[in-house]
C-alpha cells in the first residue's frame, strides 16, 4: 500500500462548507492512487467551547472527565468528513481513539500515544475504505478516554504515520507553510520550500505556531517526512526533513520574534555557591519557565547580578515568589516587560565561521542594544528592547540573505 | 444495593446552571442511601444543531456516521455532570455506551438494547461511586456506535432498571407530571398520581408527550414502576406502575386531543372484496400512517364510502397515491383538515358499563358531531370539528369527575 496521512487542523473543518472542502482534497489523493488515512481536529471554536463549560461547572475541573468532554469534538468533525465522503460515493468510516484503538500512557489531559493497533485500519484500507481517525485522542488501559494536550492532534497523525509505515504525512492547516520570519512583523519574509526537523523545532519553540514542537520531535525521532500545507489554498507548502535531504545553500533558515516576554534582574545578591539555585528552585516548583538566564559579577566581588526572562504572564508569579524566598538577599530587583526575543535559526551555522559576529554587528549597525544573549548549536537568540524588533527583523532577514 | 435509576431530558440538562441543579437533585438520592444509576440526554439543542449540520453535508446522511455524530450530545452531557458531582466531593464517572458496555441490535438510528453488561458498573456502584451512564446510545456487535432513534434516552433508563434490577426508575423531564388532560387546553386539568402502563401507553400514543411510548411498553414488560417528576420544580409526579397497584375508582384516567389531523373519505367506491386492501396498500408502502378508518355503505349496494384519518402533513402525498392508483375508482374525494381526535382512557371502562354512551351523550349535549368512531379495550376515540375540541373535552372532564 502507498499510503499517505493527512491531517486537518480546527479551521480546515471550522464550518460545514471547509468540511465539503476538506472531503474534495482527501478525494484528490484517492485519485492519485493513494490509501489515504485522515485525522481530524475538531471543528475550530467547539474545543473552546467545551473548555468553557467545564470552567462554568468547576475552577478544578477532574481531568478523566475533562478528556471525556473535549473528545467529543472530533468525533462530530470526523463523523462529519466521513458522512460527507460517502455522500460523495467513497467507501469511508470514522474511527474514534478507543476503535481504533489508540492506547496512550501518561497522565489524562498530557497523555502519550504508545501504541497504535493497525489491524482494523489496515482491513479497512484494503478493502478500499478511507478511515477518519479522530486526532488529539486515544484509550488508556483502564479503557478511559484521554486527550493528548492541545494541539495533540498532530502527535496522532505523526504517530499514525510512524505505525502504518506511511511515504507521506501532510498537516493541513491556515497557513501555507513555514516563513523565513513572520509576515505579520516583516513583509518580505519567503516561505521555506524544505527545513530540517531541528531548524524547525527551534522555530516552533521559539513561536512559530505551525506545528506542536513535541509532534516535530516524533517526526525526527521517526524519521517521518512532513509537508505543512494551507487547506485553503492550493500551493506548495514546506517540507520537513532530515539535514541531508536538504541541499540549500542558506546559512539561516529562518528567524522568530516572541511578544509576551518579560525580564527579571536581581541586582546585588550575595555571590556563594547556590545562589542560583536558590533563586529558580521555588520558581520551577511552581512551573513557571525560565528561558534566558545571566549572572553577571557588579564588580563587588562579594555580589553578582542575576537576570532571567519568562512569559510575561508569569511575572506576578515570579515577583512573589522571589519576595517571599528566605533564602536570597538581594539590593534591587529591576523589572522590563518591554523586551523580545529575537532569534536566528540555521543548521547552516554550524559550518559556517562568523555567523554570531555578523548577527550582533548588524543590530549594532541600527543601534539596537542586546540586553541578554542565549545561543544553542543551530540558533542565536537576543533579548532587545520590544520597540526594536521590527527593525532587527528586517535588518537580519537581509543580512542574512532571506530578502 | 438499593438501586435507583434517575433519567434527566434535555431541557433538565440544557445548561450548565441546569447540570448544577441536577448534580444536587442526584446528591439527594445518595443521601438517602441510594445507589445512584444516572442516565443523561444530551443538552437539549446540541442534537438538532448536529442534525442540522449534517442535513448540510448531505440530504442522505450515512446512518452509521451519523449515530457517531449525534451521540457525542451525551457525551458532553454526562462528562459535565460527573464533572460537576466531582467537583461536590462525590465519587462519579461517566460511561459512553461503548464503555458499559450497552450491546443493541437493529439499524443505525433505530437500535433497540438487547443487553447491558453489569460487571462494571457494579463494581462502581460497589465501592460507593456514581456512574453516569449515556442515554440514547449503545455499542454493536462490530464496536460502532448506534442510536436508539429521539427520545431513546426513556428507553436506555428503562433498560438500566430492568438489567441492574432497580428499586424506582424516575423520569425528570420539564413536566412535572402527567395530566388528566393538556393544561394548555383545560385549564382544570389535574395531575395524576398514578397511572397504570395501559392507561398511559394510550395517552402517550394519543398525544401525551411525557413518555415515549415503545419505552413504556419496555417498562410494562419489564413491571418496572416509573416516575415521572420535574426537575425544575420540586413536586410530587405521576407513578405508572401496574394496573393491580392502582386503587383508584376513577372510571377515566385522562382525557387527549389530537391537533393536526386530517380526514379523507372517498364517496362511492366500487364495493368489491379487497377494496380497502386496494386503498391503503400504496400509503402503507409510502409509510404514510392510517389512524381511524370507517367503512359504510352508501345506499347503494355496489358502492361504499371510505373514510379515514392521516397526520395532515401526510395529505398531500396521500392524495397524490390515491388520485395515481388506477386499482380504484370514486365518485367523489372529500378532504377535511380540521379535525381533531379526542379520547377517554381508563383502565376503569372495562368493567364500568355505559362509558360509551356517557360519551357520545355528553358531546350530544353540546352538539357536537362526531364524525368517525374508534375503540379499543381501554379508550374510546371520536373526531370531531377541530372547532369543538376545547368545549368537548371540558364536558368530558366533567363528565367523568375529573374536574
Chains 1, 2 share one sequence.
Not at 57 to 69: A, C, G, K, T, W
Not at 264 to 271: E, H, N, P, Q, R
Request: some cysteine; overall charge positive; charged content about 25%.
Amino acid at each position: 500500500m502507498k499510503i499517505v496521512v493527512l491531517k486537518f487542523g480546527g479551521t480546515s473543518v471550522g464550518t460545514v462548507d471547509r468540511i465539503k472542502k476538506v472531503a474534495n482534497i482527501i478525494i484528490g489523493y484517492v485519485k492519485k492512487r493513494y490509501n489515504v488515512i485522515v485525522v481530524s481536529s475538531a471543528m475550530s471554536g467547539a474545543t473552546s467551547d467545551l473548555v468553557k463549560k467545564s470552567k462554568k461547572i468547576s475552577n478544578n475541573f477532574i481531568s478523566s472527565e475533562y478528556d471525556v468532554l473535549v473528545s467529543s469534538g472530533e468525533q462530530v468533525s470526523c463523523a462529519l468528513i466521513s458522512g460527507r465522503l460517502n455522500h460523495l460515493g467513497y467507501k469511508s468510516q470514522s474511527y474514534l481513539g478507543w476503535q481504533v484503538p489508540i492506547l496512550t500512557e501518561g497522565n489524562h489531559g498530557s497523555s502519550r500515544i504508545s501504541q497504535i493497533y493497525k489491524k482494523k485500519i489496515n482491513k479497512f484500507l484494503l478493502s478500499g475504505g478511507i478511515p477518519v481517525i479522530t486526532g488529539f485522542q486515544g484509550v488508556n488501559q483502564n479503557n478511559r478516554i484521554t486527550t493528548l494536550g492541545r494541539g495533540g492532534s498532530d502527535a496522532s497523525a505523526i504517530m499514525c504515520a510512524k505505525f502504518f509505515k506511511a511515504q507521506k504525512c501532510i498537516i493541513y492547516t491556515d497557513v501555507d507553510g513555514v516563513y523565513t520570519t513572520d509576515p505579520n512583523t516583516l513583509k518580505k519574509a519567503k516561505k521555506i520550500k524544505v527545513i530540517s526537523y531541528e531548524e524547525m523545532l527551534e522555530m516552533a519553540s521559539l513561536g512559530a505556531k505551525v506545528m506542536q514542537p513535541t509532534s516535530l520531535q516524533d517526526a525526527r525521532l521517526n524519521r517521518i517526512d512532513v509537508d505543512v500545507k494551507s487547506s485553503f489554498i492550493k500551493k506548495k507548502g514546506t517540507l520537513i526533513t532530515k539535514r541531508k535531504n536538504i541541499s540549500s545553500n542558506k546559512t539561516i533558515a529562518g528567524l522568530t520574534s516572541t511578544k509576551n516576554d518579560a525580564k527579571v534582574t536581581l541586582i546585588g545578591v550575595k555571590d556563594k555557591p547556590g545562589v542560583a539555585a536558590s533563586v529558580f528552585k521555588p520558581l520551577s516548583q511552581n512551573y513557571i519557565n525560565i528561558d534566558m538566564v545571566v549572572q553577571t559579577s557588579s564588580g563587588n566581588k562579594k555580589e553578582t547580578d542575576i537576570t532571567f526572562t519568562i512569559k510575561s504572564e508569569d511575572l506576578s508569579k515570579t515577583l512573589k515568589f522571589i519576595k517571599q524566598n528566605k533564602k536570597i538577599k538581594y539590593r534591587d530587583l529591576i523589572v522590563n516587560k518591554n523586551v523580545s526575543k529575537v532569534s536566528i535559526i540555521g543548521v547552516g551555522m554550524i559550518t559556517t565561521p562568523g555567523v554570531t559576529y555578523r548577527m550582533f554587528q548588524t543590530l549594532a549597525n541600527k543601534a539596537i542594544n542586546i540586553l541578554v544573549i542565549s545561543t544553542s548549536e543551530i540558533k542565536i537568540s537576543v533579548l532587545i528592547g520590544k520597540k526594536f524588533v521590527k527593525k532587527a527583523i528586517s535588518a537580519l532577514h537581509k543580512e542574512f540573505k532571506l530578502d
